[in-house]
């Protein structure tokens, strides 16, 4: 039964390699995916036990990992589709072959060597499954839908518009005209769409603020596919900054960045290598990479999370294609001295300390707000006229003449 489940892994991981991207490339994934699976079944045919075990556990952890991370994601975002149906599938028999190649290898060690299965098994759940789902899942997200409220809902006046990025990419927005000259891009959290930043948009407009609310890549009715590390920032950022750099109605020294969580992230990298980013609000920020995470604890806690992530990460990268960013500590440096407010949740322990590792390398222009009994991008559900306070307040002192 062995080369026929490899046959059917192989057929699901085609068809689901074969719903995305350009013809060519779709071809190509396909191809490579065939060549793959017929030299499983071969060598399955004619290897010895534990070659047919060792073959087994291979292309199950790849099942498994590409399996349960496409399939959540589109159950999660679209439902049951066809890539959904077909990533269900591939975790199927991604688990089967993974626990027969297991055994089969397990069985073949002999006497009380076995017991290292145990630590062996732990080794590639924590760093080849965990971070190789986590990585499928974070660049295999489909767009979710927008919803039905708009700027409307709050009273504001808003324009539906488009425009691209450097490298193509046509980005979907919300824009509502400043009355003071100064404008904020408003990007939502890795998953969410623009609808996720109209409360935030409402308390900057009631002060005469211009706000661009987008759709980042992948999400909502922009194109291009997610990579929900939000490695693609730095070009959608500088699209978005292009586009009110061409309203007359904003000043080109008064353009500011205000992120949620990914968004924030996304704000705080951009700003490094972006000077018309004249200051950054970002909320619930911990990180895009693992240069990000100095704020990690030591030993082995840190070091096996710190590996896991390493993995993540540099998958993810493979997989997406997407360019690494600066890291956010390098980008507060390169700032030079423009002025940043980070947001930290006081009901979420990381938020707090990724802040004050974030603000260390410019202590004179990093202001870090704490916002008490707040979880993650709360703050203004939470203290709204604290919220206010210091956001407007943040972003009077930053971006007066």
């Known amino acids: 039964m062995l080369p026929a489940v490899l046959a059917v892994e192989g057929i699901a991981f085609a068809l689901l390699a074969g719903l995305d991207g350009s013809v060519t490339w779709q071809a190509a994934r396909v191809l490579l ?45 679209a439902g049951p589709d066809a890539a959904a149906a077909a990533a269900v599938v591939v975790l199927v028999t991604g688990v089967v072959l993974l626990a027969w190649g297991a055994a089969t290898l397990i069985r073949a060690i002999p006497g009380w060597w076995r017991l290292l ?39 504001l006046g808003y324009q539906d518009v488009v425009f691209r990025t450097v490298d193509g990419v046509r980005l979907s927005a919300w824009y509502i005209p400043p009355r003071n000259g100064a404008a904020v891009v408003l990007l939502p959290g890795a998953g969410s769409t623009r609808t996720a930043v109209l409360g935030q948009a409402a308390v900057l407009a009631r002060h005469g603020y ?83 995470h100095g704020w990690l604890p030591g030993g082995t806690e840190g070091a096996l999370q710190r590996g896991m992530e390493w993995v993540m990460y540099s998958a993810a990268g493979l997989i997406s294609g997407a360019p690494q960013p600066m890291s956010i500590p390098d980008a507060v440096r390169a700032a030079g001295g423009r002025p940043t407010l980070i947001i930290a949740g006081g009901a ?16 004179a222009t990093v202001q870090v707000w704490v916002v008490p009994d707040a979880g993650h991008t709360q703050g203004l559900s939470t203290a709204p006229r604290a919220w206010e306070a210091h956001v407007i307040g943040f972003l009077d002192a930053a971006l007066e003449p």
Do not use: C
């Not at 047919?52 to 159950?75: D, E, K, P, R």
């Not at 080849?128 to 809902?153: I, M």
């Open 33 to 77: 995916v065939v060549v793959v699976t017929a030299w499983a079944v071969w060598l399955t045919r004619r290897a010895r036990r534990v070659g047919q075990g060792a073959t087994a556990l291979a292309l199950g952890i790849a099942g498994t990992a590409a399996g349960a991370g496409a399939a959540s994601a589109h159950l999660a975002k």
């Open 210 to 292: 211009g706000a661009l609310l987008v759709d980042t890549r992948g999400h909502g009715r922009s194109g291009g596919h997610a990579m929900d590390f939000g490695w693609w920032g730095n070009r959608d950022l500088a699209g978005a900054v292009s586009f009110l750099d061409r309203q007359s109605g904003v000043r080109a020294d008064k353009i500011a960045v205000l992120g949620e969580s990914m968004g924030g992230e996304q704000a705080l990298a951009a700003a490094g290598s972006d000077p018309r980013i004249r200051a950054v609000v970002a909320e619930g920020a911990t990180g895009q990479q693992l240069a990000d």
């Open 348 to 363: 979420v322990a990381d938020e707090s300390a990724a802040a004050r590792w974030f603000r260390a390398p410019s202590p």
């Open 117 to 155: 299965a145990v630590p062996m098994a732990m080794a590639v759940l924590w760093f080849v499954l965990l971070p190789l789902t986590v990585a499928v899942n974070a660049t295999n997200r489909p767009p979710g839908p927008l919803g039905p409220v708009t700027p409307a809902r709050y009273g």
